[in-house]
């Protein structure tokens, strides 16, 4: 085998295999303890996965090129008789373990989900099994191409990293649960089998291979939400099932639409009008794109979608930073993105989706200045981001695929990092109330400093999500709506990263506050500087990347003619100086604001208590009526939360019926869209308008 | 890019000189303000160079005690806001300097908010619903010039004809903006000169002296944002330009006179309802009507 | 001819004296002093006119105006207000409970006069002195706020430096002699 294959296949083999070994440790360990052996193994594991990924990337050539290559997959490659039946019957065996799971569980919800799951997986590629179709053209297995390159690095990097915080995380979280930690070994296993599971998804031309990646990450969040397995966590767990099985049913109709030995080539291939070999009939088109829109909408938690990734925040920090940063939600804008070009063919599918992203980009946002738990705020900030993402797709530019795909490199960075910062300090503290962690970045700079980096890399120029922010506004300048949107949702999420660090930055010597004094464990301070590394060096390397990755994934999806068109490029072309004046001036202000804090002596200054404070220094006690010291206290800022400190007050619900509302209307566009576009086709004889 | 030859080493110099003086005129535009008030109190009001005589006595006072992390950030924050007007003074991308202005009230809203006093974070978090009323509407314009010139850099925003049709309710977003920049309305914010006020000094409680000066020129420069893009709409013909500023400052003058108990609440409805609904409207007319449109 | 130093430093002074943004602290009269105080605040006495703006913030302050007598409740809160305002500061005692404790002279809480506590600068006597003549004697301290001061001790009653706007006659402003 050449040497990208074999690295190919250390890529999905390698952590699913330490995950097995885990999982035995799990089994033979003794005691209270994790194994001794469960660093070792772990370390191993990811040290194979991120060399494989660098033999891959480097090989590949698909680094800077707009290279895309077919990989083999051996004697499991479905052309192989054998293999193919079996990739044929996977996707129907594991909605068979939905269902098994559905049962187990009692709910009814569950149960007809996965009941009809298993049904349309059957049909689609259970009776192909028995056809002759399969052993005809048989789509190529895996394709390596700069999008999956892109998506690979994302995982294997920052979910290594994440598995790398685990290592010192879990052991503390399971015994804070009253679990024995030697349960630590099975956590990291499934989160390894979650890594192997999103590089098959990613690398998946099969439509086939690609369900059976699909739901495996369905399997795993499922797992993993529910691993504490106390009430909430099996409830969070459940709701985050029904959900994606709700998914998994659009996936199955696609598929089922797409008929037999159909890959994502092919479909591309048949919306853009080629007559490729095998390129699939435009007349179902619109209808298999809209299944895949939907699916990628409930696995990215778009806004009437979003409930499951809420309710995922009741478990572990890796296991959030790795469902909203690397792996399970980026598995729904992956899908968006390697579509954007076939998206935006289809008549209203492409405004559609860009609604949907839109719409929840903006309600998102929203939706979180009323929160004051961090990693509630985290959660509805990630869907924001993911309908940016889907918004880029929408639009169906090689341009703004670039921008998505920068967006979704820097954004599971950034996220990553504020979710495992949250984590520490919620390990550290024992909470993640914002109001509790008053002042968290003065007492604890490291950790709460590198969630203030992931705040700012969220919502500052020049990071470089605002840049692919600021390209979506440009190239999407024609589109009214999503340009309201992208104001409002912008805006709602400046004031919301600035609310927070406007928290943690408080200065405050007493009243209630958490104690922050522990001692970090070594793995969960060595994965979360990376992180920080990685996110401040996106700014200065952001344009390197849109080079190498973002501009030969548009040009790979939309043909070579497209250029150097990354929204990253966009943008430098249009705004001329603007870009490195703004490095400039972040570079004075950063300068001269560390001058000034040098000449300034560290003295609290006295608070302004309308000149009752009870000592001189910077308590902020004063006499109270009676003469008895009263603690002052400011409080952030939650707009629309319940007796908020603005007193707003509000109704926050109305906030939440319009996001739903909002919401699915982007669904039934995007159900219309699929709808109309077909009806236009048959009325044309099946020609593609 | 070539070598910077004398007329572009020109250029440099001019426009940090305008950069630099831009607060100066804005602070002489405050007194004539003060003053066009007082009238319409029938008042004498102060003299005109009065915001100039308050800055120079803030920034001579002898210093009290300050927080470091809030003096560095209301550094940053003024060097940010300067760096924003420049921007567009240099005939900038207009989206880019959108977003450095962002950033530069992100800092002040944080030094606001940074420091023990409950005063000063209220009148942070107050700062904060401003800067979630103005920042889309800031957009919002920046994309309508866009379409009005085919290109969002100031230069060719300003070269642009003036673009009538959008005008007035561009006009209206930007005279809703101009009157959250100059911090009169709503009263609750505490900020302003008027005697009415809330919460001590709100986001400027625990400044004074040299560092209370430094936030009044960090928000001249916001002021003189809004301003120059006003002044945006017709600089081909200079004139025009000027009229255009005096005529929205007074639209400013006699909303924050006639709405003297707005609050923070009906600011963000009157903001986001009118000045929303204006920009989207001279978004579509700039497009349909302008040199951008196809 | 003035150099540019010099230019600057008149320019300094000038604006020192032209911006005199007041603190209002009212030490527990009857509040009589308090509603003339803001009654020159507005329009028809319109102390806007010399620069007076009220702040709510003695940091921010620069001439802090006093009502009613020194007394034990609320001693630490004026050190503290005053403590809090920066140089130069004045400090302006308006009325006669400010003065000299006045009707409440005697009673057991009542200190005397606010100069007991802080530096007074200036008295407007008066229960209470109209607007007019409290306008008169935040003037009057106007010329102190030019250079910069020195601390000051508090010393009771009106001090060599004190001035005191007299009740009545021709002669508004008194400087007190050296006794």
């Keep these: ?86 990739w044929s019957a996977a996707p129907s065996l594991l909605a068979l373990l939905f269902l098994v799971i559905s049962v187990r569980a009692r709910s009814r919800l569950l149960i007809g989900l996965s009941l009809v799951q298993v049904a349309v997986a059957m049909v689609a590629t259970g009776v192909e099994t028995l056809t002759e179709e399969v052993h005809g053209a048989t789509p190529n297995a895996l394709v390596l191409d700069p999008l999956a390159g892109l998506l690979l690095a994302v995982s294997a990097v920052v979910g290594g990293l994440i598995v790398l915080f685990a290592l010192g995380y879990e052991p503390v979280h399971l015994a804070h649960q009253r679990i024995a930690p030697a349960r630590t070994p099975a956590f990291l296993a499934w989160l390894l089998v979650f890594l192997s599971a999103m590089h098959l998804l990613v690398l998946a031309d099969d439509l086939r291979i690609l369900a059976v990646g699909w739901e495996l990450t369905t399997l795993c969040s499922f797992v993993l939400i529910g691993f504490d397995g106390d009430r909430e ?20 109709a696609a598929l089922l639409l797409a008929g037999p030995g159909a890959s994502l080539s092919t479909v591309i291939a048949g919306a853009l009008g080629g007559t490729a070999d095998g390129a699939i009939a435009p007349a179902l088109l619109p209808l298999i794109l809209g299944g895949f829109v939907l699916a990628a909408a409930t696995k990215s938690a778009l806004t ?188 709602a999420g400046l004031a919301l990263w600035t609310a927070v660090a406007m928290r943690l930055l408080v200065r405050r010597v007493e009243g209630p506050r958490a104690e922050l004094s ?136 109305g906030i939440r019926r319009w996001a739903s509302l909002g919401g699915w209307l982007g669904v039934a566009l995007v159900i219309g869209a699929a709808l109309v576009a077909t009806w236009v086709v048959r009325a044309a004889g099946g020609i593609a308008p | 890019m070539s070598l910077p030859g004398l007329p572009n080493l020109l250029a440099l110099v001019a426009l940090v000189a305008a950069t630099a003086l831009a607060p100066l005129g804005v602070g002489l535009l405050l007194g004539v303000d003060r003053r066009v008030t007082a009238a319409m109190q029938l008042r004498a009001g102060p003299p005109i160079l009065q915001p100039w005589y308050d800055l120079t006595k803030l920034a001579t006072k002898t210093s009290l005690p300050v927080d470091r992390l809030a003096a560095s950030l209301l550094v940053a924050h003024v060097v940010l806001a300067a760096g924003a007007v420049a921007l567009v003074l240099a005939g900038g991308d207009l989206i880019a300097a959108v977003l450095v202005m962002g950033a530069a009230r992100v800092l002040f809203i944080l030094a606001a908010g940074a420091v023990e006093s409950p005063y000063a974070q209220l009148g942070a978090s107050r700062e904060l619903i401003l800067l979630l009323i103005s920042e889309p509407l800031l957009l919002l314009v920046a994309i309508a010039y866009g379409g009005v010139a085919g290109s969002f850099s100031a230069a060719a925003v300003a070269a642009a004809r003036a673009p009538v049709l959008t005008l007035p309710t561009l006009g209206l977003t930007l005279g809703v903006l101009l009157a959250i ?73 006699v909303a924050d006179n006639t709405l003297p108990r707005a609050t923070w609440r009906s600011a963000l409805w009157i903001g986001w309802g009118i000045g929303g609904t204006a920009a989207v409207i001279a978004l579509v007319t700039g497009r349909l009507f302008g040199a951008g449109g196809a | 001819m003035r150099g540019p130093r010099e230019l600057w430093q008149a320019w300094v002074r000038r604006s020192r004296t032209k ?25 028809r006495f319109s102390a806007e006119r010399f ?99 020195t601390a000051r001790q508090a010393t009771g009653g009106p001090s060599p430096m004190s001035i005191v706007m007299l009740e009545q006659g021709e002669e508004e402003v008194v400087r007190v002699p050296a006794s």
């Design chain 1, 233 to 252: 966590a099996v409830v969070a767990a459940r709701r985050a099932l029904a959900y994606n099985l709700g998914g998994g049913v659009a996936l199955g």
């Design chain 1, 304 to 491: 009437p979608f979003h409930p499951w990734l809420l309710g995922a925040m009741v478990a572990a920090a890796p296991v959030s930073a790795l469902l909203h940063a690397s792996t399970m939600v980026k598995a729904g804008s992956y899908l968006l993105l390697r579509l954007s070009p076939a998206i935006a063919v289809e008549g209203f599918l492409g405004p559609a989706v860009t609604f949907l992203g839109g719409f929840a980009f903006a309600t998102a946002a929203l939706l979180a200045l009323r929160e004051h738990d961090l990693k509630r705020v985290l959660a509805l900030s990630t869907i924001s981001s993911l309908g940016l993402i889907a918004a880029a797709a929408g639009l169906g530019t090689p341009a703004a695929l670039a921008a998505g795909a920068l967006l979704l490199a820097f954004h599971a960075l950034a996220k990553a990092l504020a979710f495992l910062a949250v984590g520490s300090l919620e390990q550290l503290s024992g909470t993640r109330d914002l109001e509790a962690l008053v002042g968290a970045a003065r007492r604890r700079p490291g950790v709460a400093g590198l969630l203030l980096i992931a705040a700012g890399a969220l919502t500052l120029p020049p990071f470089g999500i605002v840049v692919a922010k600021w390209a979506l506004l440009v190239l999407g300048a024609s589109d009214l709506v999503l340009v309201v949107l992208l104001a409002v949702g912008g805006a």
């Design chain 3, 51 to 149: 620069g007076v703006i009220n702040v709510g913030d003695p940091r921010q302050g620069d001439i802090l105006l006093v009502t009613g007598p020194a007394n034990l409740r609320n001693a630490a809160v004026l050190r503290s207000v005053y403590d809090q305002m920066a140089e130069p500061k004045v400090v302006v005692a308006v009325g006669s409970c400010a003065a000299h404790g006045g009707v409440f002279r005697g009673a057991p809480n009542i200190l005397g006069g606010v100069g007991e506590l802080v530096p007074v600068d200036v008295f407007v006597p008066g229960c209470p002195p109209t607007p007019e003549r409290i306008l008169d004697g935040v003037i009057a301290a106007l010329p102190l706020l030019a250079e910069p001061r």
């Design chain 1, 518 to 653: 522990g001692i970090l464990p070594r793995s969960q301070g060595a994965a979360m500087a990376a992180l920080g590394v990685a996110t401040v060096a996106g700014l200065i390397l952001a344009a390197p990347v849109a080079r190498l990755v973002a501009d030969p994934a548009a040009q790979v999806a939309f043909g070579r003619e497209a250029g150097l068109a990354s929204g990253w490029s966009v943008v430098l072309a249009g705004a001329g100086f603007a870009v490195p004046a703004i490095g400039l001036l972040i570079l004075v202000a950063v300068g001269l604001a560390a001058l000034v804090a040098r000449r300034i002596p560290a003295v609290a200054p006295q608070p302004y208590l309308a000149g009752a404070n009870v000592a001189p220094g910077a308590s902020t006690a004063f006499h109270g009526a009676m003469g008895q010291p009263v603690s002052a206290a400011g409080a952030g800022f939650y707009w629309g939360a319940d007796g908020d400190a603005l007193g707003a007050g509000g109704r926050p619900v």
């Design chain 3, 19 to 43: 911006s005199p943004w007041v603190v209002h602290f009212d030490c527990g009269g009857c509040n009589g002093c308090d509603i003339e105080i803001l009654d020159t605040l507005m329009p």
């Design chain 1, 1 to 86: 085998m050449d040497p990208v294959t074999t690295a190919v296949w250390l890529l999905l083999i390698a952590p699913a295999a330490g995950a097995v070994i885990l999982a035995f440790l799990a089994r033979v360990g003794r005691g209270q303890d994790a194994h001794p052996a469960t660093t070792p193994v772990s370390l191993v594991t990811l040290g194979v996965t991120l060399a494989a990924l660098v033999v891959t990337l480097t090989a590949g050539g698909v680094l800077g090129l707009p290279g895309r290559i077919v990989v083999g997959l051996g004697a499991l490659d479905p052309a192989e008789p054998l293999a193919g039946i079996v």
């Design chain 2, 181 to 253: 920049a100059l911090r009169k309305s709503p009263f609750d914010l505490a900020t302003s000169h008027h005697a009415h006020q809330e919460l001590v000094k709100g986001s400027t409680t625990e400044m004074a002296g040299f560092w209370l000066a430094l936030a009044e020129v960090g928000h001249w420069y916001e002021t003189a944002f809004v301003l120059v893009l006003i002044a945006l709409a017709s600089l081909a013909v200079p004139l025009v330009g000027i009229g255009l500023v005096a005529a929205t400052y007074t639209v400013a003058i």
